[in-house]
């Protein structure tokens, strides 16, 4: 499973997660392959992110450490504060 941009949808992806709206309404099950209709449908919906399965979307590895290190370097005056530590783990975790 990944997660992906909205951006990073193709065609012929497999949802690995049911897509809600923001209202909680189902817009999507778990398991249904993406068309073109679908992702524009998303996207006007103001859905961001899906999980989908595989590994589909290869990001280059020197980009996303480079940003890990970036956030590293901006949390770094936050000292050993465990909940900003947290807060900066999560958002690594975004990255991936």
Not at 53 to 79: M, S, Y
């Amino acid at each position: 499973m990944q997660k992906v941009s909205i951006d990073e949808l193709k065609p012929s992806m497999v949802l690995a997660a049911t897509i809600k709206d923001k209202n909680g309404n189902i817009l999507f099950l778990k398991g249904v392959e993406l068309t073109d209709k679908h992702i524009i449908l998303l996207n006007s919906r103001d859905i961001r992110n899906v999980v989908v399965e595989g590994r589909p979307v290869k990001r280059e590895e020197t980009g996303i450490e480079n940003l890990r290190k970036e956030i590293d370097e901006r949390f770094a005056t936050a000292g050993r504060n465990p909940i900003v530590l947290k807060i900066r783990d999560a958002i690594k975790d975004l990255l991936m």
